[in-house]
């Protein structure tokens, strides 16, 4: 039984998308899931809503942010994983994830403006942290809409592990991943022999990893 949280202060990095993949990964893994989309805009409903993939049968919507410890608790109850989805701009909702998680996935673009925001997410969560007066949430960085052929996107790991963090396998910018989405399919579904598959895939291991710890 766990819980993760992916948080963010700035929108546009690909939280829903690893979230979404992710949860396939755990489930494809034989972990039962859960997905609570406690954003305002729900993506994860919509996405889940344009087929009739696991997200259909998995993503729950969070209407009031006030009960998502409570919820996300209740759920852990009976299910294997329970993931978390937050709204950017809005660290009250993160925060109260981050006090329910107990891995929090941060992911960061190869922008500047990016790893700024990163270090607000951050400070949350060891915020969080000493609240718990615990070692929980665990905190990983997970690098995120990498392009390869840019020197930002190359350089985008060590960056992040020059803040004292943990860093997952990336995740990289491709068109498969918004495919997908558009047919309400994550990437195992839709495109299971992809290269966009094979880093979730190597993403949800490494997160597999840690939650037997």
């Known amino acids: 039984m766990a819980i993760i949280a992916v948080a963010g202060r700035k929108g546009g990095v ?3 998308t690893i979230l979404g993949n992710l949860a396939a990964e755990l489930a494809a893994m034989g972990r039962s899931v859960v997905v609570l989309d406690a954003d305002p805009q729900h993506s994860l409903v919509a996405w889940a809503e344009q087929g ?3 997200l259909s049968r998995s993503v729950e919507k969070v209407a009031a942010p006030a009960t998502l410890r409570a919820r996300a608790r209740k759920a852990e109850e009976d299910t294997d994983v329970v993931l978390i989805d937050t709204p950017p701009g809005m660290p009250d909702v ?3 994830a981050a006090l329910a998680a107990d ?3 941060l992911p960061c673009g190869p922008s500047p403006l990016d790893l700024f925001a990163l270090k ?3 400070s949350l969560a060891l915020k969080a942290r000493a609240e718990r007066r615990s070692k929980k949430p665990r905190i990983r960085f997970v690098p995120s809409k990498v392009l390869m052929s840019t020197n ?3 350089g985008l790991s060590s960056s ?3 803040m004292g963090k943990k860093v997952l396998p990336s995740i990289g910018q491709r068109v498969v991943v918004a495919e997908a989405v558009s047919q309400g399919l994550t990437v195992a579904e839709f495109a299971p022999d992809s290269p966009a598959r094979a880093e979730f895939l190597a993403l949800a ?4 990893k840690i939650l037997r710890k």
Do not use: I
Request: proline share 0%.
């Open 14 to 16: 690909g939280k829903s």
């Open 160 to 162: 992040l592990s020059g």
């Open 205 to 208: 291991k490494a997160v597999d």
């Open 120 to 122: 607000e997410a951050l």
């Open 52 to 54: 009739d993939g696991m």
């Open 94 to 96: 993160a925060y109260q």
């Open 152 to 154: 930002l996107s190359r």
């Open 103 to 105: 891995l929090m996935l």
